[in-house]
């Protein structure tokens, strides 16, 4: 039987990919207590060697088979193999941790960011859900601002703009920029257009209404992480030719009057918050400072010229980690000892 002291067994799918190698990273570094380490991802990369905590470890495809005895799954491998195998590593006895799209509004599928509902991953016996979704990334980094707000003064409105990393959208986003500032002019665009020296107001498709997928991950899912279905929230999704981390400029509207001196400490003194505020001193935050950093780092504070009640601010996390990995194993961390 795993348990803290001998380490879980611990399975990535997509071990190869920018989060599946994020995750194990941040395993590592975070100390996780594995036992063994299952790296998992498709037939094109069986074999590889994945080096964790010194130890060599191949690089299988996922089977039922492979998913006997593993006590924690992290998926990082897109929502058509995450449907195909979640249930299958949840029912031979693992908990899965999402990455991907495929369960987040499932009814009955908690989908959890530590900082804002960590509650949400048990029932009310305290057993763990077998499939756990991590949100999208601009979401997550988000609603870790939003919360303390949210607590203190109540929401009423969210606009909010991304400026998002090309890493977003895996290696064949990052690579997709490196080649054409390379000069190579690709037969289709990865980012729907030409990436470099340029910005591309949609991340993936648009729907019937309007917004792209992305802007309705963002409404949906902030939704049903604060448990507040009233909420408005107004995206615009943009891709910009950075590295890094994923940028927000968000207006939001509260319910009750603030002092902007309280909003910086209340968000300087809440979980998983940096804040980086001090024009005077050109500081605040950006996607190359917060590259590799696990926390969601927020400035340029200040109230609405036109709405008292009204906060603009400036969101930036690494979206590889606080955006996927970090926040996966985060989660994994709640698991520790209730297994
Ligand atoms: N990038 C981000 O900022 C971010 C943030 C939040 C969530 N996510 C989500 O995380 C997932 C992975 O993203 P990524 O950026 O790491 O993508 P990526 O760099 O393209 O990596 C994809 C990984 O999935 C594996 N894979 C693909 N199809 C598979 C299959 N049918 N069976 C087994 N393994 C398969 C790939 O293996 P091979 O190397 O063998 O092809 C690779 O390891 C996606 O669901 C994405 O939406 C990404």
Redesign the pocket.
């Known amino acids: 039987m795993s348990s803290a002291e001998s380490g879980y067994r611990v399975a990535v799918?997509?071990?190869?990919?920018?989060?599946?190698?994020?995750m194990i990273q941040v395993l590592e570094e975070r100390r996780f207590p594995v036992s063994e380490l299952v790296p998992?991802?498709?037939?094109?990369?069986?074999g590889?060697v994945v080096t964790f905590q010194g130890r060599e470890f191949s690089?299988e495809?996922?089977s039922a088979e492979i998913f006997k005895g593993v006590d924690i799954a992290l998926?990082?491998?897109?929502?058509?193999?995450?449907r195909?195998?979640a249930t299958v590593a949840a029912e031979a006895g693992a908990v899965v941790i999402?990455?991907?799209?495929?369960f987040r509004m499932d009814e009955g599928i908690p989908l959890v960011v530590p900082e804002v509902n960590p509650e949400a991953i048990f029932d009310i016996e305290g057993k763990p859900a077998k499939i756990i979704a991590?949100?999208?990334?601009s979401t997550?980094q988000m609603v870790v601002v939003l919360k303390p707000l949210f607590d203190r003064y109540g929401i009423r409105r969210i606009v909010v703009s991304t400026y998002q990393?090309v890493?977003?959208?895996?290696?064949?986003?990052?690579d997709a920029l490196e080649s054409e500032l390379a000069g190579n002019v690709p037969e289709q665009f990865t980012h729907f257009h030409q990436i470099a020296f340029n910005a591309v107001p949609q991340i993936d498709s648009f729907t019937d209404n309007g917004y792209t997928k992305e802007e309705m991950k963002m409404v949906n899912e902030t939704r049903k992480i604060m448990g507040d279905q009233t909420l408005s929230v107004s995206p615009t999704t943009v891709r910009i030719p950075v590295y890094g981390g994923?940028g927000e400029s968000v207006n939001v509207e509260l319910e009750s009057d603030f002092d902007i001196d309280d909003v910086r400490k209340l968000l300087a003194g809440s979980p998983g918050i940096v804040l980086q505020d001090d024009p005077s001193a050109r500081l605040y935050p950006m996607p190359l400072t917060s590259y590799e950093k696990d926390e969601v780092f927020v400035g340029r504070l200040r109230p609405d010229f036109w709405n008292p009640r009204t906060l603009n601010m400036w969101i930036v996390a690494d979206?590889?980690r606080k955006?996927?990995?970090t926040n996966a194993v985060q989660i994994a961390e709640v698991l520790v000892g209730k297994l």
Request: charged letters at 15%.
């Open positions: 799918l997509g071990a190869t990919g920018l989060v599946g190698r994020t998992l991802a498709s037939s094109r990369s069986k590889q690089t495809v996922p998926f990082s491998a897109g929502a058509t193999a995450s195909e195998w999402d990455n991907s799209s495929a991590n949100p999208n990334c997550i990393s890493t977003g959208k895996g290696k064949a986003g990052r994923h979206n590889l955006g996927a990995a």
